[in-house]
Nanobody, 126 residues
Framework: QVQLVESGGGLVQAGASLRLSCAASAVAFRSFAVGWFRQAPGKEREFVAAISWAGVRTTYADSVKGRFTISRDNAKNTVYLQLSSLKPEDTGVYYC???????????????????WGQGTQVTVSS
């Protein structure tokens, strides 16, 4: 069993930056692909970014491409999501998720992941 804990969310103004962290409880996490999703109030959860186990491959939703950066430090069992040039529409709860079945697949669907964190709130004011 792998537990994921997100942190780093907060209330910021438009244009600001935040760095979210996703810390895992098990060393096995280092071999998993990891994704970030977000859910805005009243909307469905949507894909944001994903990274392969070694951090070599990444993919992003069009809405965040060029503004968000996903990375990982396997020595710390942690994946990061750097959020820059934040917009009010980036507001939501951000979740990290791990795919224990593949270290290479950059899933964009919730069903691609089997471990989830509880989320961290990001609020961007205009």
């Amino acid at each position: 069993q792998v537990q994921l804990v997100e942190s780093g969310g907060g209330l910021v103004q438009a244009g600001a930056s935040l760095r979210l962290s996703c810390a895992a409880s098990a060393v096995a996490f280092r071999s998993f692909a990891v994704g970030w999703f977000r859910q805005a109030p009243g909307k469905e959860r949507e894909f944001v970014a994903a990274i392969s186990w070694a951090g070599v491959r990444t993919t992003y939703a069009d809405s965040v491409k060029g503004r968000f950066t996903i990375s990982r430090d396997n020595a710390k069992n942690t994946v990061y999501l750097q959020l820059s040039s934040l917009k009010p529409e980036d507001t939501g709860v951000y979740y990290c998720a791990a795919d224990s079945t593949s270290g290479y697949r950059l899933g964009v669907r919730e069903d691609d992941y089997d471990y989830w964190g509880q989320g961290t709130q990001v609020t961007v004011s205009s």
